[in-house]
């Protein structure tokens, strides 16, 4: 049973930074490609970025350039470093992974960019 836990959402200017952490419990962390979606008001949920195991990275175009996606297998975690945030990235953020083919999501964390 995996279980992720997202944090790091809170209310930012435009233009400034922002970092959510997810954790992953429950299983070998290193063997799964993780992600980051985001849903805001009114919109269906969307891919930001997602992560191999290996290390290698994909973005949405609306975040290529601004946001980074990295993680840490020795503490089971993955980041998203978001820069030069814009109102439009306004969402709830949630991490996901699949595994035995099923799709594990957190609870997701608030990003508010508003001045």
């Known amino acids: 049973q995996v279980q992720l836990v997202e944090s790091g959402g809170d209310l930012v200017q435009p233009g400034r930074s922002l970092r959510l952490s997810c954790a992953f419990f429950?299983?070998?962390?290193?063997?799964?490609?993780m992600g980051w979606y985001r849903q805001a008001p009114g919109n269906q949920r969307e891919l930001v970025a997602v992560i191999a195991k290996g290390g290698s990275t994909d973005y949405a175009d609306s975040v290529k350039g601004r946001f980074t996606i990295s993680r840490d297998n020795a503490k089971n975690m993955v980041y998203l470093q978001m820069n030069s945030l814009k109102p439009e990235d306004t969402a709830v953020y949630y991490c996901?992974?699949?595994?035995?083919?099923?799709?594990?999501w957190g609870k997701g964390t608030l990003v508010t960019v508003s001045s």
């Open positions: 996901h992974t699949m595994a035995m083919g099923m799709d594990y």
């Open positions: 429950g299983s070998t962390f290193s063997v799964y490609q």
